[in-house]
């Protein structure tokens, strides 16, 4: 099972499912070419996904189109089933800088056969995290600033403000669908400005003003 670590300590906390959240910045989804939802787009990424900083991102050999997305991401401290928006907040830990690398070529096959995004999401690597911070208050993640850079040159630049809905909703929506349990990651959807990368190009990515995480397309 794969892990994250807690910044500033030798602390390692096991990862169990990563939910993620699709189409949670209304930028992204007009890029997309979507319609902005009336609830969130929930899909599974399995532990194996998980890199850490410095770690090379392997380019699949399923796929033949690689995109980034930069996100944050909420570790669950505690079970949750039905939280209310209220408790929403106090069931998180710690919060991460998490990248959701996603094969489009394979994603643009599944919407069009309607299969599942297993595949084109979950793929080793398709996770890359920073350390993980300790969340002492909730509300630095109302408005943190997520940005994101290929070669040097800026292509997301955005802030969690500008989510459609914010992580205690997402606590309540997801904790509806699952019990969640201490280690579980919950990426909360990235703005706009995905794009491609290639073999050899390097991203580096930040999130608030303490974390930020670099890695290279092997």
């Not at 996904?49 to 690689?66: A, F, R």
């Not at 949750?80 to 643009?108: C, N, W």
């Not at 703005?191 to 290639?198: C, I, Y």
């Amino acid at each position: 099972m794969r892990h994250i670590v807690e910044r500033g300590t030798k602390r390692t906390m096991s990862v169990g499912k990563i939910v993620a959240i699709g189409a949670n910045y209304t930028d992204h989804i007009e890029e997309m070419g979507l319609k902005v939802p009336d609830k969130p787009m929930i899909f599974l990424k399995p532990s194996s996904s998980i890199l850490h900083s410095g770690e090379p991102i392997p380019y699949p050999k399923t796929g033949d189109v690689l995109h980034y997305e930069a996100e944050l991401g909420l570790v669950v401290g505690e079970v949750a089933k039905d939280v209310t928006p209220e408790k929403g907040l106090g069931i998180f830990s710690h919060y991460l800088l998490a990248l959701d690398m996603t094969l489009r070529d394979l994603q643009e096959e599944a919407r069009e056969r309607g299969w599942p995004w297993s595949t084109c999401k979950g793929f080793d690597g398709a996770c890359p995290v920073s350390q993980a911070v300790p969340l002492g208050d909730p509300s630095v993640l109302a408005d943190m600033p997520i940005r994101l850079s290929v070669n040097g040159e800026v292509r997301q630049d955005s802030t969690t403000f500008n989510m459609i809905w914010g992580p205690a909703r997402l606590a309540e929506i997801v904790s509806s669908h699952f019990t969640l349990e201490p280690g579980d990651l919950i990426l909360t959807g990235t703005p706009a400005g995905v794009g491609e990368v290639e073999r050899r190009d390097t991203i580096e990515a930040g999130l608030g003003d303490e974390l930020s995480v670099t890695f290279e397309i092997a």
